[in-house]
């Protein structure tokens, strides 16, 4: 649809968009769910480091996801989640041992 009307986006514009979205949706469960377990559970350490390296991650799986939606489609994004899917049944059955059987 921005196509069509002379105008792009990218996928740095298109997570601009989205992120904000994302977090306001994300702290009714954190206020209610995770935050009252956070503060009664005394031992809980932040390890910062691990904190940053995993939000990095987080923004760069989001990062790739928005630009092959956008260089491909919908559709590739889809194919790709099918295959990841049959390749994680294959190393949790090969590597792992865990029994697939058939429905």
Same mark, same amino acid.
């Given at each position: 649809?921005?196509?069509? @009307? ?5 996928? &740095? @514009? =298109?997570?601009?968009? $989205? =992120?904000?979205? #994302?977090? /306001?949706?994300?702290?009714?469960? %954190?206020?209610? $769910?995770?935050?009252? +377990? ?7 350490? /932040?390890?910062?480091?691990? &904190?940053? &390296?995993?939000?990095? #991650? +987080?923004?760069?799986?989001? &990062? +790739?996801?928005?630009?092959? *939606?956008?260089?491909? =489609?919908? %559709?590739?994004?889809? *194919?790709?989640? $099918? *295959?990841?899917?049959?390749?994680? *049944? /294959?190393?949790? @059955?090969?590597? /792992?041992?865990?029994? $697939?059987?058939? %429905?």
């Amino acid at each position: 649809l921005i196509t069509r @009307q002379g105008m792009a986006m990218n996928p &740095l @514009q =298109s997570l601009y968009y $989205v =992120s904000p979205a #994302c977090a /306001f949706f994300l702290a009714f469960p %954190l206020m209610f $769910v995770e935050y009252p +377990a956070m503060m009664t559970d005394a031992t809980l350490v /932040f390890d910062w480091k691990m &904190l940053t &390296l995993n939000a990095t #991650c +987080a923004f760069a799986l989001n &990062l +790739a996801v928005f630009l092959l *939606i956008g260089k491909t =489609s919908a %559709l590739t994004m889809n *194919i790709a989640g $099918v *295959i990841k899917d049959w390749m994680l *049944i /294959f190393a949790s @059955q090969h590597f /792992f041992g865990n029994p $697939v059987t058939f %429905l």
